[in-house]
Structures are given as C-alpha cells and as structure tokens.
C-alpha cells in the first residue's frame, strides 16, 4: 500500500534524469537509477516492506547497510533479497514478502494422465 | 567454482580497507579486495566516488575526506571487486565469495577482515514498526541517494553520528522535531576523568562542540536525560514517548530515528572461533589481537572498527599498520624496517584514539536501552522478548547458543547480529554474572545468505 513517502530528495540534489521502471505487488512505480531498491521503494510511499513469518506483523528498513534483514523482498521470483544491497533495474519485479516463504519450486512439465484403474 | 591463489584477500572497502590495500599493492603484493557494495567507501564514506559535489558538501568536510583514500585505491594495482558478499573465510585463510550469482573461492597467504562497524541495537518497546530505524540507516539514505525525511523527524538516542546527522540534515533543510537526548548530567561527571586527554585532541574536541552548538542555536526541541523511550504505532510509528525527570513526554512523527553508538562487526572474526573480550568500556565484544592487528588465528588481521571502534581516521591508520604486518609476513620487509615505517603511524594512531575515552564515557548507552523490560523485542527475526529470554534463564539457559535451542532466539536471517549483544547482557544481568562469561553466539557459515543452487555451482 502507498501513503506519503517517509522520504524524499533534499532540496540541493539534482533531479536525476535517467529513471527506471519497475513494479512492486504489481503496481508501477518510475524510480531514480542507481538507487538501491530498499531506497527507492522508501521515496515511493512504500511504508511496509513485509510481514514477519512469526506473527505477520509489519517491518521496513531498519539498518540500511546488509546487517538487520528487515528489508527482505521477493525480486524477480527469488525470495528473501536484500534490497538494501541490491540495485535497482528496468523491469525489477518486486514483492512484499507476507509471513514465511515457501520452498522455491521450478514448476515442470508434467503431462496430466489418466489413471486407468 | 571459480579457484585462484592470491597473496592478500582484504574483505571490507571502507577506511581501513582502502587504506590497507592500496599500501600492500604499492609494496608488490597481489591484493584483491572484496566489498559487498556498489562503490567503495564502507560506510562512514558510503558512495564517496559517486556523490555529486552539492552532496559532499552537504554532508561535510569529514566525508569528503573518503576521497583520498577511494582515489588512491583507484590509482593502485588492487584488484577491487564490488558486490561481492563474502559468505566463508576458514582457518586455513580461504575466502569464499558470492558475485553476481556465481561463487568464487580465493587462497590467500593472508587475510585482513576490515569489516568496521554496526550500530548497536536500540531495543526498546515498538523499535519494530516501519518507520523506526537508526540513524545511520538513515544518513545512508542522505549519502547514497540523497534521500532525506519529507516530514518533521525525531532523532533520540547519543552519541556523535547521532548529533551529525542533526547537523547535516539542518543543512539539508530538513525539519527536526525533536532531538530526545539520552545523556544525563552524570554521565559529564563520569565523562570528567578523560577531559585532559579529550582536550590534548581540541580538534576532534572543537568539531563537536561546534556541532553541538550550531544544533541547539536553532531552537530546535532539545531534551536531555530522556528515559522510558518507546515507539508507539500499530502498523507503523506515529510518535516517540519518553519522560524526562518523571514527566511523560510525546512526539508525534511517522520517522523515528534511534542511535546509540556503534560496535564492532564480529561476524567472521567469531566464526574463525578468534579468541574475543568484552570491553568493558565501550560495552562489546572485540576481538584479541596482536600490535599489527594479527588474531591468534596465524595470517588472519583485522583493521579498522571491527577491532574496537576508534572511527575512521584511527582506522585508516590501523589498515596501514595491518599492512606492514602482512608485507613482514610475506615480503622482505624486515622487522625493523616495519617497525621503523610503524613509527610514525602509531604516534598518528594515538592521536586519532585520544578522544576515545571521553566519548565513550559521555555516550555509554544506558542500562534500560540494553537491558530492556519484559515486553521488549530482543529478537526481531525470531521475536523473542526480553521476558521469554529471561524465562528460559530461569529454566537454566545458561547462555546465548542455549538461548536459540530454547525458543530460536537469534537463528533468523540476520543471524544474531541485531540482538547478539542484548541476548548476552540480558543473561548475564538475569544470571547475575559478567557478560565475559556469558558469551556471544557460536557464529558459523555462511556469514551471508547464499542459496543451495549456488553453493552447488548451478
């Protein structure tokens, strides 16, 4: 859900030019590049980032720097990244993680039979 | 896998890093520096080489003088690799890596951790709830990405980066609503002793009285000797509580920003089972280590805050210290040739620590913001509380390794990093016996995550 970012450029920054598209719980969002994604998501009014596997409270950023894991998002289908570490890119699917992950599974080709008894 | 022999593997690219590997490279060792970040600089110069002029200036004169030292690194023959996660570094000085989604594993003859430091925690009722984070989170927001709070934010908590942060973001423009100071006139009582050699370093000295002066000229709601500190919210903060001589205290802000000094980041130091010791003074754990800054763990150094934190000028010395080390280790350097290049550093080493004491006498955090109550989150991974904690001492929990077997306290992502040090003095208060006793956590690999897919090479 998006609300008032929390964040904002200062006023002495130079508006950069070069954006990148992504989306985040499928919704799109136009980003500065070069950013982290952690960075951008906070200066697009994204207040939560995902739900504990515990108690399914909320969380966001708390450390900024690969230490507190509190900023974990699913990216591009891969669960349990860091967004703090990494940077954003066109096309970045990105959602809220909500309570535990599941196994990563690669779905297969399986053909439906039937079973002749 | 991706295997090669190399002569030094430093991991961290921040001051001491820097510093270290631009000196052993000039001095002919093969030197590959390893940095989980896009740019280096660590974090006291996060995004140094990447932030516009009006940034720099911004943040201060402090910060731009990351630069030298990411230029000299620049202009060396060190073989610098960005986002590279380093996950293993074994007794045998193996340094494994995880870059771009493939692993790679160098041998080195020697290894410098410079991995600095991390804030400590700040556990107190509410410090979960997006919208809270510390304020080094958030000057990493201001030097990478010019990013700073869009309405009135609450600073609370001591200490120097908290106070800068006031400053550059006065500079920025930025409005603060309330800085809710911890310190209480006791602790300048206690602060006292180490006055004489905290004058001996005026500069350091000067710089934050300055600071602390042009952040109070402002007018901007200044409480000192906060206690009860809590946020409160449901889903997200909306205002810091807090009393001050009794009277109960709030600020109402979305953004809340807590600090109470840094620690050292023990992570690979503790999970090469390096010998460590609590500091009594500075409140953690760091590891044992001899002049050059060599563990009991033969080839293993550590530079930089990782070691004990002395800030970023000390550290750039340390890396240079840790560099003579190595090159006696590995070069012809001799002994007395290292010891009369280590001269003049240790003098500047020195001066650069003489602040140490006072600061940290000034700024030790207070008991009931490391030792919180009952409901508090120790544990923000697992959430395990203060009262679970102390619930399994009382069941016989002697220390933290049980802690985990006892109610997963400290087995999440983060791997203890954001309670460890809270776990430790939570038993050793409960259990009436030093934190020296009690311990940390048996760190193991991988130090970062890192999939079954890419530890089998897929």
């Known amino acids: 859900m998006r609300t008032d970012p929390l964040f904002q450029p200062v006023i002495s920054e130079v508006r950069t030019t070069r954006t990148v598209s992504l989306t985040f719980n499928d919704q799109p969002l136009n980003v500065p590049a070069g950013m982290s994604v952690a960075a951008a998501l906070l200066m697009s009014g ?4 995902r739900a504990t596997p515990v108690s399914e409270s909320p969380r966001a950023p708390y450390c900024m720097m690969g230490v507190c894991f509190e900023c974990l998002v699913d990216i591009d289908g891969v ?3 860091q967004s703090c570490l990494i940077e954003v890119a066109e096309g970045m699917r990105i959602r809220s993680q909500e309570g535990a992950r599941d196994l990563i599974y690669q779905p297969m080709n399986v053909r439906a039979v039937e079973v002749q008894s | 896998m991706n295997r090669e022999s190399v002569d030094v593997v430093v991991v961290g690219a921040g001051a001491a890093g820097m510093a270290a590997a631009t000196q052993m490279a000039g001095m002919g060792l093969q030197v590959v520096l390893l940095d989980e970040q896009g740019s280096p600089g660590g974090q006291i110069y ?3 080489t990447l932030a516009p002029l009006s940034r720099r200036d911004l943040l201060g004169p ?39 989604g493939r692993l790679y594993t160098l041998d080195a003859r020697a290894v410098l951790l410079a991995t600095g430091a991390m804030e400590r925690p700040f556990p107190i009722a509410g410090w979960t709830l997006p919208g809270v984070m510390s304020a080094g989170a958030a000057q990493i927001l201001l030097k990478s990405s010019g990013l700073a709070p869009s309405e009135p934010v609450v600073l609370a908590g001591c200490g120097p980066l908290l106070y800068l942060l006031g400053w550059q973001y006065l500079r920025a423009g930025v409005t603060i609503k309330a800085l809710v100071d911890t310190t209480r006139p006791e602790d300048y009582w206690r602060a006292r002793r180490h006055l004489f050699a905290a004058l001996r370093a005026w ?4 710089k934050g009285l300055d600071l602390m002066r042009s952040l109070r000229s402002t007018g901007i709601a200044h409480y000192t000797g906060a206690e009860q500190l809590a946020v409160e ?9 807090f009393s001050v001589s009794g009277k109960a205290q709030r600020i109402a802000s979305r953004c809340v920003l807590l600090h109470q000094g840094v620690v050292p980041n023990i992570q690979f130091s503790q999970a090469l089972r390096a010998r460590h010791e609590w500091d009594l003074d500075q409140l953690c754990f760091r590891p044992v280590t001899d002049p050059w800054g060599e563990l009991d763990v033969p080839g293993v150094y550590v530079a930089g805050d990782g070691a004990g934190i002395g800030g970023a000028q000390a550290a750039a010395v340390q890396g240079q210290l840790a560099a003579l080390g190595i090159a006696n280790r590995l070069t012809t350097l001799s002994t007395s040739g290292r010891d009369d290049q280590a001269r003049s550093l240790r003098v500047q080493l020195e001066a650069n620590l003489r602040i140490r004491p006072f600061l940290d006498a000034l700024y030790q955090p207070k008991e009931q913001n490391r030792i919180p109550a009952d409901e508090v989150m120790v544990c923000r991974c697992e959430e395990v509380t203060a009262g679970e904690l102390r619930s399994f001492v009382a069941l016989g929990c002697a220390g933290p390794n049980q802690a985990k077997s006892f109610g997963r306290c400290g087995m999440g992502p983060c791997q203890g990093r954001m309670c460890g040090l809270t776990v430790t003095e939570v038993i050793a208060k409960a259990r009436g016996v030093s934190a020296a006793e009690v311990g940390y956590y048996r760190i193991r690999p991988p130090i970062k995550p890192i999939t079954l897919g890419e530890l089998a090479g897929e």
């Open chain 2, 203 to 206: 500069p350091y000295l000067r």
């Open chain 2, 62 to 100: 402090d910060y731009a003088h990351g630069n030298e030292l990411a230029q000299a690194l620049a202009s060396s023959n060190v073989r610098y690799e960005k986002g590279a996660s380093v996950w293993q570094v074994t007794r045998d000085l193996q340094v494994s890596y995880l870059r771009d």
């Open chain 1, 79 to 81: 669960p349990n990244r």
């Open chain 2, 46 to 48: 996060r995004g140094i």
């Open chain 1, 46 to 49: 994204i207040i939560r980032f």
């Open chain 2, 233 to 241: 919210g449901e889903e997200a903060a909306q205002a810091l509580t």
